[in-house]
């Protein structure tokens, strides 16, 4: 059973428009993190979580908020959306002891127009 | 923030030879350097990992070296399958408590028979 899952799996958005993208795991891990890949640019790194009620910006946060309710939820939002946010998002989980394997959940494909 | 290069970008290789990945990171104090395998359509798994108390390590036909001294570290596959071909992404962790994890922009690995 998938530890880490992603909804929606597909969306697609109008300029200007709101999206929010959700992520559960059920690892029971403090850390939680949204990801970008784009061709070219690997996977690069939007805000992460530390715990429930905490957010951190990443190494690209600029247009994107994020939020943590709870151990098992972290959201990635997209207040007015644009064509270059357009790309593959990955949330990840992992562990603040012990090894620092990350465990992806299968990815959300975002489409802009 | 960190930086990691990871070279090269495309990688062919015949079945049965070896394949080698190169990263190099910037930061002195990170401490460990994991290898995420992604398939087509599928998320990043991690394959294999090295902590900066090793040289080397290796999981069947994966082998990992870390030269701290140069701040490199590479990812060399032996007898390489067709099922090896995927997109090969190196990290370093440069965050202790928050698993914060720096990726290389990836290797796209093509094994042919």
């Known amino acids: 059973e998938a530890a880490v899952t992603q909804s929606p799996r597909n969306k697609v958005a109008v300029t200007g428009g709101k999206v929010t993208l959700s992520c559960n795991q059920t690892?029971?891990?403090?850390?939680m993190y949204w990801y970008r890949q784009d061709t070219g640019h690997g996977l690069r790194l939007i805000h992460y979580s530390y715990g429930a009620g905490s957010t951190e910006k990443g190494d690209i946060p600029d247009g994107y908020k994020a939020s943590r309710p709870s151990q098992e939820n972290f959201s990635l939002i997209l207040e007015l959306a644009t064509p270059s946010q357009t790309s593959v998002y990955f949330c990840?989980?992992?562990?603040?002891?012990?090894?620092?394997?990350?465990?992806f959940g299968p990815g959300t494909r975002l489409t802009v127009l | 923030g960190e930086q990691v290069e990871q070279l090269p970008s495309i990688l062919r290789v015949q079945e049965g030879s070896s394949a080698s990945i190169n990263c190099s990171y910037e930061d002195s104090a990170s401490n460990y350097f994991p290898w995420y395998k992604q398939e087509p359509g599928e998320n990043p798994k991690l394959i294999i990992d090295i902590r900066s108390n090793m040289e080397r390590k290796q999981i069947q036909e994966l082998i990992v070296l870390l030269d701290k001294k140069a701040k490199r570290f590479s990812l060399h596959i032996t007898d390489t399958q067709p099922g090896d071909s995927a997109m090969y992404f190196c990290?370093?962790?440069?965050?202790?408590?928050?698993?914060?994890?720096?990726f290389g922009h990836g290797t796209i690995l093509r094994v042919h028979p």
């Open positions: 690892n029971n891990h403090n850390n």
């Open positions: 990290a370093s962790l440069t965050g202790a408590n928050t698993g914060k994890l720096t």
């Open positions: 990840a989980s992992g562990a603040d002891w012990g090894s620092a394997e990350q465990f």
